[in-house]
């Protein structure tokens, strides 16, 4: 009978130990507190987010087609391809381009008459409109010579650059206004880069940029700030800003995200302070903050303007006092608090 007793009471023990199991916290799971002191910065601050290399449209080019014609007859440089300035890119066959060739050769063809001023303006005339179509000096000194016009129209290169499109293919038909091709020169390039409200303070106009690509090789390059805009984007709530990149070395490529670190200018003397960026949370206003803890106090939410970001470390400036330590885990209860 004792037996029997102390089995069942053995049981009971074994079962209570079961359920304070259960109930217990998984490992990991804890909602501990882990703080990090908040340093002052020293030196200059740099703000640094990404960015994305595109074609600067000034050292680009987009040539269009002038005339129609039957058909393209051949692509003599494709996209990727280096072209010089003047060289053909691609051949069409154009009736009107025949037609504009028979024009100066009837001219050619009667020199004479008894109004000669009027055969050279005549002349003159038909040579401009072949120019303003692209006809080369070349062009027109082989029809001077041959007087036999023809169907063949040369498109070339407006700048030396490298050939990032090409519209029409081989034997397709071309309309007046197609897109032919789009050459750009890519030693000079841009950055697109996006602000968070707030984040544009400081960062000026034409201040010299370091731009450094995300690829394993690391390469960095030099750039300068040719705009900040005046708006939000409401699409994607942040503030464009425009870079200008010298690509000279061709170390970067159109499409390829980039690390920036733009030097931010103060003028008001108020410190500047180095938090985790785990400590960073943002409110429902889309604004920064920390939770800041002061001696045995609960922690409170702090707010701050976030100057720039490096290797895990965030510039900031906000209210602190010396002494002051910022939540680096344990943060979910504090949001729920807060509703942040």
């Not at 501990?32 to 074609?55: I, S």
């Not at 500047?272 to 939410?301: C, H, Q, W």
């Amino acid at each position: 009978m004792m037996r029997v007793v102390s089995l069942i009471v053995l049981l009971a023990v074994f079962a209570a130990c079961q359920r304070d199991r259960s109930s217990a916290p998984p490992a990991g799971s804890s909602s501990r507190q882990v703080t990090a002191p908040v340093e002052k910065a020293a030196g200059p601050v740099l703000h640094t987010f990404l960015g994305q290399v595109a074609y600067d449209p000034s050292s680009s080019s987009q040539v269009m087609a002038r005339l129609s014609a039957l058909s393209v007859v051949s692509i003599k440089i494709f996209a990727g391809d280096r072209a010089s300035r003047g060289e053909t890119v691609m051949v069409l066959k154009s009736p009107d381009f025949l037609s504009a060739e028979s024009e100066l050769a009837s001219v050619l063809d009667n020199p004479g008459g008894k109004t000669p001023e009027r055969v050279h303006g005549i002349r003159i005339l038909a040579e401009q409109k072949l120019r303003l179509l692209g006809a080369s000096s070349e062009e027109i000194a082989r029809l001077e010579r041959t007087r036999r016009p023809i169907d063949r129209y040369e498109v070339r290169s407006p700048l030396s650059g490298t050939l990032i499109r090409i519209g029409p293919a081989a034997g397709a038909q071309v309309r007046k206004g197609d897109l032919l091709f789009e050459v750009s020169d890519l030693s000079h390039l841009w950055v697109q880069a996006y602000l968070f409200p707030g984040e544009e303070k400081g960062i000026r106009q034409g201040s010299e940029v370091r731009v450094v690509s995300l690829h394993a090789s690391g390469e960095a390059g030099i750039g300068r700030i040719l705009r900040i805009a005046p708006f939000i984007d409401p699409r994607t709530r942040t503030i464009p800003l425009r870079i200008a990149l010298d690509n000279s070395r061709g170390t970067f490529l159109p499409d390829e995200w980039v690390r920036i670190r733009v030097p931010v200018h103060e003028r008001s003397g108020r410190p500047v302070y180095l938090v985790p960026e785990r400590a960073i949370v943002r409110t429902k206003d889309r604004r920064t903050a920390v939770f800041v803890v002061r001696g045995e106090a609960s922690p409170a939410l702090l707010p701050v303007t976030v100057l720039g970001r490096s290797k895990g470390v965030v510039e900031v400036r906000g209210e602190f006092r010396e002494g002051d330590r910022v939540v680096t885990e344990g943060l979910l209860p504090l949001l729920s608090r807060e509703g942040v």
